[in-house]
């Protein structure tokens, strides 16, 4: 009797199981997947998770630069730029300042003035002066531009910008700002946007030690400064609120070079890297070029025929970035270079040797998507590191970089074209609006 009651238990269970897997109307099983929807959803979304800490996570080993092949993390501009900040930017208000010639546009008589990597100072006022988002009624306004050029007093010994002078002329612009309206006074310059668009910012030297000991004025504390220097540690030059922006490359260079060699076309170049890198590393009041990094990168890869090392200047060189792989953006006296904007608008995968970097534009491009990493202390590396990519997820890196999306971005041009680099200042700023004093007024109506 209790084998049969044993027996018949079981059978009820089985016959209760199978009941559960079948349809009230004895129909026929749904599809895998109906039936298993929920499991498959929670393993998708571990996984996505899963690879997206992968991403993410600081690299340790070799093996960690590569950058993940699922790319479901990656946020597209298209999303970023025209959904959400066209919301953003609604009725967004940028007052911009006449001031006399002698602060601006008197420093154009120099062709380079408009053409050189600090020349974003330039190119930002000539696109909010044509701008639908420029307003001349100033009280309208959330933010005020001081247009000053201090990035165009080019030494005559070698040629590069001298800007010993910023100081008291963008100290000289304040003062007429302040005599003529009284909008700075208000806020004490709290939405005031300048731009210092040079090696460590607002603090005015290409020198680290004379920058922090200089600092940054005073007068320009309260304001929001656009900058090309970014760092994520503790920095004297980044002690204001600042905007990361990209350096200053040509859009009409560019074109003309994808006209000749289109993005995705052949990559003959491995690893490519034109520009300073000494031999004997020169010790300038003991500080040393690039922190030995460039050096190091000559005195193992020199004769390495996957690196195709330069240390002359070319005038047509970005005929060489649209045909390699690999651009290496190695930091010089600051940890920003133009090669990273170059490489990026070419096509080629850069390669950032800048510890602790703050880059353009973070809250929008993908930078972990259609770039690599790699700390100064693994300059030596590089070979395999680079070898190792190419072998895995190099054409999802690629694919990720060729959006021509990204490309508008990271470039500025005379007018403000949705999705470009003014368009992505305007975007940032309108993150800063609890400092329009036009916004705060209507809140307390």
């Known amino acids: 009797m209790a084998e049969a009651h044993r027996i018949a238990k079981n059978r009820k269970g089985f016959y209760v199981k199978m009941k559960f897997f079948r349809t009230k109307n004895l129909k026929p099983d749904k599809p895998f997947l109906l039936r298993y929807f929920k499991w498959v959803l929670w393993f998708s979304l571990s996984f996505y998770f899963f690879a997206k800490f992968l991403n993410n996570h600081e690299p340790g080993t070799t093996s960690s630069f590569k950058t993940t092949l699922i790319n479901h993390s990656h946020r597209a501009l298209s999303e970023s730029i025209l959904s959400e900040s066209n919301g953003l930017l609604n009725d967004l208000k940028v007052y911009v300042y006449e001031l006399p010639s002698k602060y601006n546009t008197d420093w154009l008589s120099n062709e380079r003035c408009s053409n050189h990597l600090f020349a974003s100072e330039v190119a930002i006022h000539r696109a909010l002066t044509n701008s639908d988002f420029r307003t001349f009624d100033p009280t309208e306004a959330d933010f005020f531009f001081v247009p000053v050029y201090v990035s165009c007093n080019f030494s005559t010994v070698n040629g590069f910008p001298a800007i010993g002078h910023a100081r008291a002329l963008i100290s000289s612009a304040v003062e007429f700002i302040s005599s003529e309206l009284p909008f700075w006074k208000r806020s004490n310059g709290s939405d005031h946007v300048f731009v210092a668009s040079h090696d460590y910012g607002a603090c005015f030297h290409a020198m680290e030690d004379r920058a922090i000991a200089d600092g940054i004025p005073d007068f320009m504390k309260n304001s929001i400064i656009l900058q090309t220097f970014g760092v994520k540690y503790q920095h004297l030059c980044q002690t204001v609120d600042s905007i990361v922006i990209p350096p200053y490359i040509s859009p009409t260079a560019v074109k003309s070079t994808l006209s000749k060699s289109p993005i995705d076309g052949p990559r003959d170049i491995y690893t490519f890297f034109r520009g300073k890198m000494e031999v004997h590393p020169k010790n300038v009041s003991g500080r040393f070029y690039s922190k030995h990094v460039r050096t190091e990168i000559l005195r193992k890869y020199g004769t390495d025929r996957r690196f195709y090392l330069k240390r ?67 300059v030596a590396k590089l070979g395999s590191i680079l070898d190792d990519v190419a072998k895995t997820n190099l054409s999802s890196i690629q694919r990720n970089l060729w959006d021509r999306k990204l490309r508008r ?25 609890d400092r329009s004093h036009r916004r705060s007024r209507i809140s307390n109506e």
Not at 347 to 357: M, R, T, W
């Open 312 to 378: 002359h200047r070319f005038v047509g060189y970005q005929s060489e970035i649209v045909r390699s792989t690999f651009c290496l953006c190695p930091l010089g006296w600051a940890p920003w270079s133009p090669r990273l904007v170059e490489s990026v608008v070419l096509g080629c995968v850069p390669v950032i040797i800048a510890d602790g970097i703050h880059l353009p534009f973070e809250s929008t491009i993908p930078w972990s998507e259609i770039s690599l990493t790699v700390k100064e202390k693994d």
């Open 409 to 433: 971005a990271l470039m500025f041009n005379d007018d403000v074209v949705t999705g470009d680099a003014t368009w992505e200042v305007l975007v940032a700023l309108s993150m800063k609006l």
